[in-house]
């Protein structure tokens, strides 16, 4: 089981740190960045699948995955 999920320089995600339970809800106002952890998650499994290049390409390339300052 995953007991601690840490995002750092990840799209919106500058640095978090959440531990897990056994069931996690993950709630929060609209661009709060509830995407951007389903994302990360996602890469990270594709990542131990081996498949992270395509994965990426697929999110738009690295560049569009790193955190890119805040929003005007
Ligand atoms: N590379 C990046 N650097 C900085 N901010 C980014 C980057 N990519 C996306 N964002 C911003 O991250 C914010 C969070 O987006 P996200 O889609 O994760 O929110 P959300 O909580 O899922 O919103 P919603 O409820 O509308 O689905 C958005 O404002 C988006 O513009
Ligand atoms: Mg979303």
Redesign the pocket.
């Known amino acids: 089981m995953l007991r601690t999920l840490a995002i750092a320089g990840y799209?919106?995600l500058r640095e978090l740190i959440v531990p897990l339970g056994q069931l996690n809800v993950i709630t929060?106002?609209?661009?709060?960045?509830?995407?951007?952890?389903?994302?990360s998650l996602h890469l990270l499994a594709e990542t131990a699948r081996g498949g992270v290049i395509t994965s990426l390409a697929r999110e738009g390339g690295l560049q569009?995955?790193?955190?890119?300052?805040?929003?005007r």
């Open positions: 799209r919106s929060g106002a609209n661009g709060s960045g509830k995407s951007s952890v389903y994302r569009s995955t790193l955190w890119a300052g805040p929003e």
